[in-house]
């Protein structure tokens, strides 16, 4: 049997002006296992408060019901106030007799009736609460970033400065990421590698950063604080802990035509290979589909030049397993492919390129040493078009329905450091719209306009053909002259959509983290918690959460390792205890429940379960993790047995409202 | 609203509200030059209800039924079948064929293909 | 300012609230001072998605004339998806009560944003209405459970009069 | 196939395999108390069958649900299970609730199975069998033989099949059937559904007030398959042993309805046991209809994979206000 209090504030006169509240009081008073009913001012005053811990005292209260303003005004603070009488905190119960009550009607008679339905619904409800303990986790303090580009740098180093041990994998044999490919950066003009290498250095040298590059997460149990994370590192058939990265061996392969990814396949690598002079960790790697030695056992030059003995043909993929509080997803981004857009011509001619080959072309460590060259004869291009939105703002069908973001600043600087460089170059750029929100962003175009002179034309591009002389005819719409354009171009380039990088999917569903029809992570709350994800512990840092450009993935990366280091400062993590259980005995191990659960809280497990007739059988049933699940109850309604509850707003609870209301 | 931009709209099954003025119709348009109105322009007008202004226009008849413009259309908005409604709209207005049987013997010429003829009759009559 | 018929009939209502959007969007209302009739009473759930039908029914059982879930609209659910649950099983659990012949206008679903507190007062007051032209729930209520049954003038329509 | 070649193909099969050892026991039909009371039974050797093992046109009893608790035991069990009765299994994979490897499934085909309350209604009493002739049912009955056309014996859901494909075995006796689920089979919701909901109410009250709450539905249902039933479970509020309210009984349906909508196979079970001959289907198969209307067509037990469209959703779903506006205009 209940002891219950009840307790209705007049909240000055905000309440007790429309609700007779020594009526409600004095009704309350007289519901079953009610022992004590009283009113005040301001319940949520200092002397209101201990007039409730007086009474939690004085009457062994085991549950309190407060008639005052809404719970989600000062829940907090009388479940604080019950917890220091020595009252567990989830045996408080509001009823909302001020916003859903006095403020809006007028007739006092009928108000207080309201106030007493009210407080009968929370005086039953009370009735069924028990008291709930939240759960404690512990935090393994180590974070996990998945993905070695800007975003997964500046997120790592920023963990890693904190004091917290980190660990950066990345698939590809060095960190950098896209950022590394690129010449300069908008609107500052900063060479990208001068900004990016120091940070990949650092990376390297700092001691609570381990770089595990060539690598792709396996598989990920476990959740918030506790993650356990198989690594896969990929075989390199070199010894990190031996090479020097002396290049010696990159030098003298035989194999000597394979597309070098880094240059976008615009020249050629060997097949073992440093990915750029500045790579980080600057170690080789053999490439298993070029290398002679590993496909027919003929060579093992590399081996031979080494001085180190790094290189090792029998090396095979090995597994690192971790734990970890935390993880980062910073897998971000690709350039879609436009070859699909027939009408440009991109795979019928060299010399129509994505503005990331544009990139390579204009740097100093690409395939052409830095002078703009057309691919296809290796001569200086004298007009150049750029088209904007390839395969960005189409319909699902025709490419991507977002604005990639980044095209219209990075084209307005590859036009205006073209024009710079070559005064004699013709640059036109045909846009739908120039977005150019951001710090210095809209006066750095308007210079390309004004100060460079580059052809900004107001319309698209519907047709590129290629001609006999090599050049390349581009027929193109001018909607503010109202004209057809027919321009000679020397080179095009393409402002190619960019899209999540490939592997997100996958790792999503690794991480049971969500994701949205364009495969970018979804945030936690699109304005108030973008750099987490739905499910706890899974952070979110640049490209892979939506498009942005540097200083913006930045920001984000910084943002996430606050978020990161907020969480792995923690010693304990106190769940909501609001959350589902399972009851085993009527679990029929459905899996409707894990269906619905967005958080991936539900997992199975076969249990022996002894019979009445002494014997023992095997059932598979659900098990809720508590520090996972977020109470939505979802899976309470999903599950066909009635198996699944929610602490706090039990069945029962819920029900036993609805009987105080309706009668 | 507009009886004659519903028509259009209805006939063509085009939501002209989806362009977002790029303007790649009428590049990839062979016609562009031919004609008074271009594709994107279509599209626009219908959008703001003044099909008239169009139904008297020399582009009706211009426009190939390539379809090109449909096929670059990054929005699905499908441009020529926005001409073809409007033609139609046009064409099926008392007196609105745009060829007549008597003038085809004019037109044989052996070097044109009978199937033309036989198109261009079922495009531009009743 | 409840709803009153001539025959003096006051509905009751059950409202349905997610914490993070409907039930803020009626403490919103209550903040702007927008009345709606005090016959509709809140129940506070995590989110629409943990209203079981059998919510619906019970609160028919004992007596509510109309029934009525506000949630996060689709898209914002405070859990990402609870809500498009939700959606799915009201659309059959509504479809079911209309297909057993019980007045379809008796539940609702609503998608009632932490701001939209106008739209909160005025769906409730709507509602209120429709289910006070509607008349008292006698289709799908428990008799026994009816204490103004009778003077309410309910009879169970069965007819066999078995109803204690 | 006839009846009689598909079960001479079964008691064949059945004993090899109890004989190679690829299963201990065998799941079938006995014969009950009157010929056509056929019940479902588990054989343990090749007598046990010759002496009991039943096979015609009254063996529509679906088995898969004795599957649950019979894949727990040691051993491999054999099962023929019909084209439905199929689904109904591939259901229970889906939700775990039958232990795959302990069964070995025999898709056997079928041509639909004889309804006795039809035949009953026909006029024909004293039944003791039932054979095929062409298209026509010899009944064999205590004052000698009866023929009757095919389709005025078949039951309703024989008569609107929904498909004649086993969307999972592990060997087939005969070819595979077509799947050409008869669209037919919603005909009747959709008569009700034209109804004013006056009409429709008086319709249900008739067909509800009728239950007497013995549970058979349920009981036979292979979708209800709870370890613990929410009617038998004093916590969950809605417990009832009987129907002692028109409320209590619509409540039973509804709740019984909407717990196997997205799950329910619509194999017919709980309409051919039901003692009051209410049609208990029309209730599983107006949600069948609305899923397949609103959420695109779904066949539970069709995939084993398949999500139930109740723990699954798409951005566009139709709002619930559709069900408001519906028949308004």
């Known amino acids: ?151 997964g740098i500046q997120t790592a180093l920023d963990i890693a400065e904190a004091g917290f041990p980190v660990d950066i994998v990345e698939q590809k044999p060095t960190i950098g990421g896209k950022m590394a490919q690129l010449d300069k950066t908008f609107p500052t003009l900063d060479c990208s590698a001068c900004i990016l290498t120091p ?36 075989a390199r058939y070199v010894d990190e802990t031996k090479c020097t990265g002396c290049g010696l061996c990159t030098e003298k392969c035989p194999v000597k035509k394979v597309p070098n990814e880094f240059n976008l396949g615009m020249d050629n690598r060997r097949a073992i290979y440093i990915p750029f002079a500045q790579a980080v960790p600057k170690i080789a790697v053999i490439d298993a589909d070029y290398c002679n030695m590993l496909k027919n056992g003929k060579c093992g030059v590399c081996s031979k030049v080494c001085t180190a003995g790094a290189v090792d043909y029998k090396q095979t993929d090995t597994f690192v397993e971790e734990k970890y509080g935390a993880i980062v997803a910073a897998t971000g981004y690709e350039i879609s492919d436009v ?193 987490e994800s739905p499910t706890a512990g899974v952070f979110l840092s640049g490209m892979c959460q939506g498009p942005k450009d540097i200083p913006e993935t930045v920001s984000q990366a910084s943002a996430c390792a606050a978020k990161v280091i907020g969480l792995l400062s923690k010693n304990k993590l106190t769940g909501n205890p609001c959350v589902a259980h399972s009851d085993e005995l009527m679990c029929n191990g459905c899996s409707n429940c894990a269906n619905v659960c967005p958080y991936g809280a539900i997992t199975y497990s076969d249990k022996e379960f002894r019979m009445p007739d002494r014997t023992t059988k095997t059932r598979r049933v659900a098990w809720v993790n ?19 509850d929610l602490s706090g707003f039990s069945n029962s609870q819920i029900m036993a409202e609805v009987d105080a209301i309706c009668k | ?117 036989a198109t261009a009759f079922r495009k531009y009559a009743k | 300012m409840q709803v009153k018929e001539a025959t003096g009939f006051v509905p009751t209502i059950v409202a349905f609230c997610c914490n993070w959007c409907s039930y803020a969007g009626a403490d919103l209302s209550g903040t702007n001072r927008l009345s709606y009739p005090a016959n509709v009473k809140i129940i506070r759930v995590p989110c629409s998605c943990r209203v079981n039908p059998i919510f619906f029914l019970r609160a028919f059982q004992r007596g509510a004339d109309g029934v009525i879930l506000c949630g996060c609209h689709p898209g914002d659910c405070h859990y990402t998806t609870g809500n498009y649950y939700t959606r799915r099983r009201m659309t059959l659990l509504f479809s079911m009560l209309d297909y057993l012949g019980i007045e379809r206008n008796r539940t609702r679903v609503e998608w009632v944003s932490a701001a939209e507190g106008q739209k909160f007062a005025e769906t409730m007051r709507s509602f209120a209405e429709e289910i006070a032209a509607l008349g008292p729930n006698r289709r799908l209520a428990d008799l026994r459970c009816r204490k103004d049954a009778e003077e309410a003038g309910i009879t169970d329509e069965r007819g066999s009069g078995d109803a204690v | 196939m006839r009846y009689d070649e598909i079960f001479a193909a079964m008691l064949k099969r059945a004993k090899e395999l109890l004989a190679d050892g690829t299963v201990n026991r065998v799941i079938g039909w006995k014969r009950g108390e009157f010929s056509y009371d056929v019940t479902p039974a588990v054989f343990e050797t090749p007598e046990e069958l010759d002496a009991g093992f039943v096979y015609d046109a009254f063996c529509g009893a679906n088995v898969s649900k004795y599957l649950i608790r019979e894949s727990e035991k040691p051993g491999r069990i054999l099962c023929f299970l019909k084209p439905c009765d199929s689904f109904s299994f591939n259901q229970l994979l889906t939700e775990h609730r039958i232990r795959r490897e302990n069964v070995y499934a025999v898709g056997i085909p079928c041509e639909g199975m004889a309804d006795v309350k039809r035949i009953r209604a026909a006029g024909i009493d004293g039944i003791t069998g039932i054979r095929e002739e062409g298209e026509r049912f010899i009944v064999s009955t205590l004052y000698g033989e009866e023929s009757m056309d095919r389709r005025e014996a078949l039951a309703e859901r024989c008569l609107c099949c929904k498909s004649k494909r086993h969307p999972v075995f592990d060997e087939l006796i005969g070819d595979e059937g077509e799947d050409a689920p008869d669209d037919a089979r919603f005909a009747e919701v959709a008569r009700l559904e034209t109804m004013t909901a006056e009409e429709r109410f008086d319709f249900w009250r008739g067909e509800l007030s009728r239950c007497i709450r013995c549970n058979a539905c349920r009981n036979v249902c292979p979708a209800c398959t709870c370890e613990n039933c929410v009617f038998d479970n004093p916590a969950s509020g809605i417990s009832q042993k009987a129907a002692a309210d028109s409320f209590e009984e619509s409540m039973y349906h509804i709740i019984r309805a909407f717990h196997v909508a997205g799950r329910c196979t619509d194999c017919g079970e709980c309409s051919r046991v039901c003692p009051e001959n209410i049609p208990l289907h029309l209730l599983n198969r107006k949600f069948i209809k609305d899923i397949d209307e609103l959420y695109g067509a779904y066949r539970a037990g069709d995939k084993a994979d398949a999500r139930n469209p109740l723990v699954n959703f798409t951005e566009g779903d139709a709002e619930a206000r559709i069900v408001h506006e519906r028949g308004k205009a």
């Open chain 1, 1 to 151: 049997m209940q002891k219950i209090g009840v307790f209705v504030c007049h909240c000055g006169t905000n309440i007790a002006a429309t609700v007779d509240v020594k009526a409600v009081a004095e009704a309350l008073g007289r519901e079953p296992s009610v022992v004590v009913s009283q009113d005040y001012t301001y319940m949520c005053s200092e002397s209101g408060q201990n007039l409730i811990k007086d009474s939690i005292r004085d009457y062994g209260l085991t549950g309190v019901v407060i008639c005052s303003c809404s719970p989600r005004m000062h829940e907090n603070t009388f479940r604080k106030a019950a917890a220091q009488a020595g009252l567990n905190p989830y045996m408080v119960e509001i009823a909302n007799i001020r916003e859903q009550c006095s403020w809006i009607h007028k007739d006092k008679a009928e108000a207080t009736e309201k106030a007493i339905i009210l407080g009968r619904a929370a005086i039953a409800k009370v009735q069924l609460n028990t008291p709930l303990i939240a759960g404690e986790s512990s935090v393994t303090k180590r974070a996990l970033v998945i993905g070695g580009g800007i975003a």
């Open chain 1, 199 to 234: 940070k990949m250095v650092e990376c390297a040298q700092n001691e609570n950063i381990r770089i595990l590059s060539y690598s792709e997460v396996e598989s990920v149990s476990g959740f918030v604080g506790n993650f356990t994370v198989k690594i896969r590192r990929k």
């Open chain 1, 626 to 644: 508590p520090a996972v699940c977020q109470g939505c109850g979802a899976c309470t309604v999903a599950c066909p047995s009635g198996a699944m």
């Open chain 2, 1 to 117: 609203m507009n009886d004659l931009k519903d028509r259009v709209l209805r006939m063509s099954g085009s939501a002209v509200v989806k362009c977002m003025r790029c303007g790649k119709c009428s590049a990839t348009c062979p016609s562009y030059d031919e004609m008074e109105y271009h594709p994107h322009e279509f599209v626009y007008i219908v959008e703001r209800g003044d099909v008239e202004k169009l139904l008297s226009s020399e582009s009706l008849y211009k426009c190939l039924t390539c379809f090109a413009c449909v096929e670059r259309c990054p929005r699905g908005v499908e441009p020529a079948k926005v001409v073809e409604a409007v033609r139609l709209v046009a064409e099926r207005q008392q007196g609105g064929n745009r060829l007549k049987p008597d003038e085809i013997p004019a037109l044989c010429d052996p070097d044109l293909p009978g199937q033309a003829i």
């Open chain 1, 339 to 531: 070859s699909r857009y027939d009408e440009y011509a991109y795979s019928q001619s060299k010399d129509v390129i994505t503005s990331l080959e544009f990139e390579r072309l204009t740097n100093a460590a690409g395939p052409t040493g830095g002078t703009l060259l057309r691919p296809s004869d290796g001569k200086h291009p004298h007009t150049i078009v750029f088209i904007q939105c390839v395969g960005s703002r189409c319909t699902p069908e025709k490419g991507k329905p977002y604005c990639s973001k980044i095209c219209c600043m990075y084209t307005a600087k590859h036009a205006m450091l073209t024009r710079e460089k070559y005064p004699d170059t013709d640059v036109y750029v045909f846009y739908i719209d120039v977005r150019t929100p951001g710090k210095n962003f809209d006066e750095f175009y308007r210079r390309a306009v004004e100060e460079f002179g580059v052809h900004y034309i107001k319309g698209a591009v519907g047709k590129v053909a290629p001609r006999a002389d090599g050049t390349l005819e581009v027929q193109a719409s001018d909607l503010i002259m109202n004209e057809q354009l027919h321009i000679s171009a020397d080179l095009v380039v393409l402002a190619a959509a960019i899209e999540p990088s490939k592997s997100a999917r996958s790792l999503a569903t690794l991480l049971t983290a969500s994701m949205d029809t364009n495969d970018f992570f979804t945030e936690a709350h699109p304005k108030l918690r973008p750099v």
